[in-house]
């Protein structure tokens, strides 16, 4: 699963046994080293669909780790693209990708929690890859109305989902074998570690999307494939902030 220039299993270890955060900035040095780091495959496909949703002037990568979704930002935003994470591990190697003078529209990098962002409605845009698994199920509505408050009226988030693996299959009993390995280190161990794959159901999150204030729609992401009864792999969640105010707003 890693590469050579990828992390050790002592330092994995490590990274398990302590807090989210902690265990984040341990992993920043090598995390695009890894298989947690969004695919390109990924990212082009979500560049490609929202560059139809556009124009967009500035946007924001909720979670953005080592800055993979500025990065999509920097490619649809014409005016700023600004990232925010927890870690400042994370944000540091984020810096680095993205030295001050590049090309492209502005970048700013913002350390703070999602479930509190310190935004007024200022984006028109807010995207994320591969962070929620870092809430727990009842932290949802919060984050995403955390999101509302502060996306302009008409402005959109969006995020890349995955068609659940069928059950039964390797990929199933993988992922359920890593949450309950997960539960157990919870139970067990503090600071907890929080990261789990199986929490983020399509249904639920629709509807906390909904109470938050978001209209919600789903767009195919065909280009990373079909699953055998011909629905695709992946979608593209695209919640909008429609109106002047609500639930979710500040």
Same mark, same amino acid.
Do not use: I
């Given at each position: 699963?890693?590469?050579?220039? +990828?992390?050790?299993?002592?330092?994995?270890?490590?990274?398990?046994? #302590? #807090?989210?955060?902690? +265990?984040?900035?341990?992993?920043?040095?090598?995390? *695009?080293?890894?298989?947690?780091?969004?695919?390109?495959?990924?990212?082009?496909?979500?560049?490609?669909?929202?560059?139809?949703? +556009?124009?967009?002037?500035?946007?924001?990568?909720?979670?953005?780790?080592?800055?993979?979704?500025?990065?999509?930002?920097?490619?649809?935003?014409?005016?700023?693209?600004?990232?925010?994470?927890?870690?400042?591990?994370?944000?540091?190697?984020?810096?680095?990708?993205?030295?001050?003078? #590049?090309?492209?529209?502005?970048?700013? %990098?913002?350390?703070?929690?999602?479930?509190?962002?310190?935004?007024?409605?200022?984006?028109?845009?807010?995207? #994320?890859?591969?962070?929620?698994?870092?809430?727990?199920?009842?932290?949802?509505?919060?984050?995403?109305?955390?999101?509302?408050?502060?996306?302009?009226?008409?402005?959109?988030?969006?995020?890349?989902?995955?068609?659940?693996?069928?059950?039964?299959?390797?990929?199933? %009993?993988?992922?359920?074998?890593?949450?309950?390995?997960?539960?157990?280190?919870?139970?067990?161990?503090?600071?907890?570690?929080?990261?789990?794959?199986?929490?983020?159901?399509?249904? *639920?999150?629709?509807?906390?999307?909904?109470?938050? +204030?978001?209209?919600?729609?789903?767009?195919?992401?065909?280009?990373?494939?079909?699953?055998?009864?011909?629905?695709?792999?992946?979608?593209?969640?695209?919640?909008?902030?429609?109106?002047?105010?609500?639930?979710?707003?500040?």
């Amino acid at each position: 699963m890693f590469t050579k220039q +990828g992390p050790t299993v002592r330092e994995l270890a490590v990274q398990a046994l #302590s #807090s989210t955060e902690r +265990g984040y900035d341990l992993l920043a040095p090598k995390f *695009d080293e890894t298989p947690y780091r969004t695919p390109d495959r990924v990212l082009d496909a979500v560049t490609r669909a929202v560059r139809e949703l +556009g124009p967009f002037d500035a946007g924001l990568d909720v979670c953005c780790g080592t800055g993979a979704g500025v990065g999509v930002l920097r490619r649809l935003c014409r005016e700023r693209a600004v990232g925010v994470d927890f870690s400042a591990g994370m944000l540091a190697e984020a810096r680095g990708a993205f030295p001050p003078g #590049s090309d492209g529209p502005a970048v700013h %990098w913002v350390r703070a929690d999602a479930r509190s962002l310190p935004f007024a409605p200022a984006f028109d845009l807010a995207l #994320s890859f591969g962070a929620f698994g870092h809430f727990l199920p009842a932290e949802r509505f919060g984050l995403f109305a955390e999101v509302y408050g502060s996306l302009r009226p008409g402005g959109q988030f969006v995020f890349p989902l995955g068609a659940p693996p069928p059950v039964g299959s390797r990929a199933y %009993w993988s992922l359920f074998g890593f949450d309950a390995a997960m539960r157990v280190r919870n139970a067990m161990w503090r600071p907890r570690f929080v990261m789990y794959y199986r929490t983020f159901r399509l249904g *639920d999150v629709l509807e906390d999307l909904t109470q938050a +204030g978001f209209v919600v729609r789903l767009l195919p992401l065909t280009e990373l494939g079909l699953r055998p009864d011909g629905s695709p792999r992946a979608r593209l969640v695209v919640a909008t902030r429609e109106g002047q105010d609500g639930p979710g707003g500040s």
